[in-house]
């Protein structure tokens, strides 16, 4: 059974960083499409960020260059390092994986993947 498991959320300060990662058990993460998505109360669940089997990535315009999502397949862990933080990236962070290949800007969707964590909260205030 596939089980994904978020960590490293929680309260930084604006101009901070954090490293959320996201453990996956059950199947290896080598043959999956991994992704970052977030959601605040009274809003829709929104991409942050995706990357490939291959490597490729994708970004939402208001993280790129301040997020980087990494894959580590022999720990079947993946990242999402997150610098220069605003107030407005607090929101609960979800992981997701799922089999599925092509471009990845395409791939990127909520609708596409399969497997989901339960979320880490990260919050940006002073």
């Known amino acids: 059974q596939m089980q994904l498991v978020e960590s490293g959320g929680g309260l930084v300060q604006p101009g901070g960083s954090l490293n959320i990662s996201c453990a996956v058990s059950?199947?290896?993460?080598?043959?999956?499409?991994v992704g970052w998505f977030r959601q605040v109360p009274g809003k829709e669940r929104e991409r942050v960020s995706c990357?490939?089997?291959?490597?490729?990535?994708y970004y939402i315009d208001s993280v790129k260059g301040r997020f980087t999502i990494s894959r580590d397949n022999a720990r079947n862990t993946h990242y999402l390092q997150m610098d220069s933080l605003k107030y407005e990236d607090t929101a609960v962070y979800y992981c997701?994986?799922?089999?599925?290949?092509?471009?990845?800007?395409?791939?990127?969707?909520?609708?596409?993947?399969?497997?989901w964590g339960r979320g880490t909260q990260v919050t940006v205030s002073s």
């Open positions: 997701a994986i799922d089999a599925s290949t092509g471009r990845i800007e395409k791939l990127c969707v909520e609708s596409n993947f399969e497997f």
């Open positions: 990357m490939g089997v291959d490597g490729a990535t």
């Open positions: 059950g199947w290896g993460l080598d043959h999956f499409l």
